[in-house]
Each structure stands twice: as C-alpha cells, then as structure tokens.
C-alpha cells in the first residue's frame, strides 16, 4: 500500500528563498502550491486544503497572522508553521495565540524546517532551536530550584493558552470568569518565574506540561 504524501501549501514573497525551499521539500511533501502574499494564501488554503502551510509572517496585501486568523475563521484544519527571520519572543507568542503549531527561523531552515513540518503533522508543537534553546536552558535551573506542582485547573488554563485562546474563551470553555483565569494565569507565570506568555508557552511546551 502506497501511503499519501502530506500537502504542503507555502507562503513567502521572497521568490528565490521560496524557490529553494519547494526544491528542499518537494522529495518528501506534496507541494500543492506557492504563494506571495497573504490574499493568496486564504484563497489557495481554502480550495487546495493542504495537510501542513509554512507562512512567512512579513507578507504583503495581508500579513501572516492575518491570513491565519481568516484561515482559522474559514475551518482550515492545516497545520501551521511560521517561517520567518524574527527571533522575537513577542512574535513566537502570537504565532501560537492565532494557531501557530511551530516557529522556524530562515537561517535554520532546511532540515530543521522538514523536522518541524513532521512534528506538528505528529500533532506536537514546534519551537526553533535556536530560540528554545535559551529558553530551556533557564528553565531547567528554574525546576532544579523551584517546586511548583501545577493544579488540575491550572494545567487546563495553560493546555488553552498554548492553543492560542485569549482569556475570555478560556474562561468560556471552563466555565469560569476572565478574572480567574487571568488569575490562574498569572499565578503560574509568577510561580515558574518566567515574565511574559512566550516564556509561559515555551515552558509548557518544552516540559511538556500540555497534551500533544
């Protein structure tokens, strides 16, 4: 039995860069297509319904997060991975919060990028090396020093939070106000000792705090 190969759609207005990666993945995904800009990613999303879509986030006509958020809108189920050359932990933040499934920097593209696009196809998420790295390392002396089991709710308001849901739709799903669910947010993140949601998200992920 033959298997299907997953559809790949990518997303990138620099055409060259673009060009390189089609010849990187072409041996190992079926690229249904390329595009430039934002628009054209909604439209192509929507009528080719890819397995995987790798998305610069600097795009014209309609940035990345953008056509992100119309494609979540729409009930695109494809798998998102942000490709970009920011190594920003603001942009890792709401790359997760609009329905990021991974982060991978251009300068690590390659095979990095094709062990991301496997992973989040495994339903797991993906955080570039060259940014988790850091992070992990601090984390880890952080555990070494500090005990804080999290509580059954607490693991849930943080599972919500790696999806990308804001607080009013986690508390809408748990059946709690906004204020307590800021409250258990905020009770986690002073208690790991990391001071925004990036760091909280990474923690999560890295310790795998979260259902995969």
Sequence with gaps: MIMRRPKLLLADDHTMFSQGLQSLLEDEFDLVGAVG?????VEAASRL???VIVVDISMPVMNGFDAV????KEGVTAKIIF???HADDRLLAEAFRCGGYGYVLKQSAGEELIAGIRQVLAGRKYVTPLIA???????SKRVQTQKLPLTPRQREVLQLVVE??????IATRLGI????????KYEMMEGLGVDNTAELIQYAIKLGLTSE
């Design 37 to 41: 800009d934002g628009q054209a990613l």
């Design 49 to 51: 319904q890819p397995d």
């Design 69 to 72: 958020r119309q494609l979540k």
């Design 83 to 85: 490709l970009t050359m």
């Design 133 to 139: 790295t850091e992070w992990a390392e601090d984390v």
């Design 164 to 169: 990308g849901c804001t607080m009013k739709e």
């Design 177 to 184: 106000s906004s204020r307590t669910a800021e409250s258990h």
